[in-house]
């Protein structure tokens, strides 16, 4: 489903979120360049078996065969793994996880599940609480997300300044065009976005946690 950025509040399932409350960026400057993706890989693209659908949190309206196939593979979506940089306390390591954080997101909003993106989700972030809740409602009302790529590239890295905690990420995030289904069983499409974005992390208790993204 397509990125698009609104003022505050996320209004629909997939939408990111900046406001105004999330922190301003760093002090301090610095450069890391780099491209990652966030795609697909075979196992995800692979049909579920039926006992590897979950059911959803509620039963919404009769779906067509078509619908019930897409709604089964969004659910047996597989949890995107802990790369090991993700966990270092390195430049690197910063930027793999905020590439980890809109794995989780996409997974949260595709299946439901938001325990990991919560995990990542620092109480400060008005962003993450508007995903992790749109993405739980979503799925308590029976839609899905269905799956989409997503890339994040022209990645800059901010290091903390003397005696601040939180590094910033500066990058793009494209996303290509995607389908989510509401609860009422129709599909919804949204276009291709491309958006520049700012992230603060900080490294605590041997992970990063997110303490806010905002346009940038």
Request: hydrophobic letters at 40%; aromatic letters at 6%; proline letters at 7%.
């Amino acid at each position: 489903m397509a990125l698009a950025l609104v003022s505050c509040c996320a209004l629909a399932p997939g939408l990111l979120t900046a406001c105004a409350k999330d922190p301003a960026p760093p002090e301090a400057n610095g450069t890391l360049p780099t491209q990652l993706a966030v795609t697909p890989t075979s196992s995800e693209l692979a049909s579920p078996t039926s006992a590897e659908v979950a059911p959803s949190a509620s039963a919404a309206v009769s779906l067509s065969p078509e619908l019930a196939a897409q709604k089964a593979t969004a659910l047996a979506m597989p949890k995107p793994p802990m790369p090991a940089e993700a966990t270092e306390n390195t430049q690197q390591g910063a930027v793999r996880a905020a590439v980890r954080f809109f794995e989780l997101y996409r997974y949260a909003f595709m299946t439901g599940d938001t325990t990991d993106l919560a995990a990542m989700s620092e109480d400060r972030c008005v962003f993450c609480k508007s995903a992790i809740d749109d993405a739980t409602a979503l799925h308590k009302s029976g839609g899905w997300a269905n799956l989409w790529t997503l890339r994040i590239t022209n990645i800059e890295y901010n290091p903390p300044g003397e005696g601040k905690e939180y590094c910033g990420i500066r990058f793009t995030v494209i996303s290509d065009e995607s389908t989510s289904v509401n609860r009422y069983g129709e599909e919804v499409k949204d276009e291709a976005e491309e958006s520049r974005l700012f992230m603060i992390l900080r490294y605590q208790d041997g992970m990063w946690h997110v303490g806010g993204v905002s346009l940038n």
